[in-house]
């Protein structure tokens, strides 16, 4: 593989305990004056699982590459 070709392998984040990707971080935005929105500041430990409905850890899922479909005959 060349050099720079290398792609990142997909993942999805999860609650540790069920599974579920319906999960949400505790954070803060600031407020950009010059792009008039929201910016990413801070990503806290917390995590919540909306399925538990409770306090969770998270876990990466690695994700399968997408097939690729050959249209030729």
């Known amino acids: 593989m060349p050099a720079g070709s290398e792609t990142r392998a997909s993942f999805a984040i999860v609650c540790g ?10 954070a803060w935005a600031n407020w950009d004056a010059i792009r008039q929105e929201w910016v990413l500041g801070a990503v ?18 690695p994700l399968r590459p997408r097939e690729t479909i050959s249209l030729s005959a």
Request: net charge negative; aromatic share 8%; hydrophobic share 20%.
């Open 44 to 61: 806290f430990d917390y995590a919540h699982c909306h399925r538990c409905n409770c306090e969770t850890s998270l876990i990466e899922v």
């Open 17 to 26: 305990t069920c599974g579920s990707d319906k999960i949400s971080r505790d």
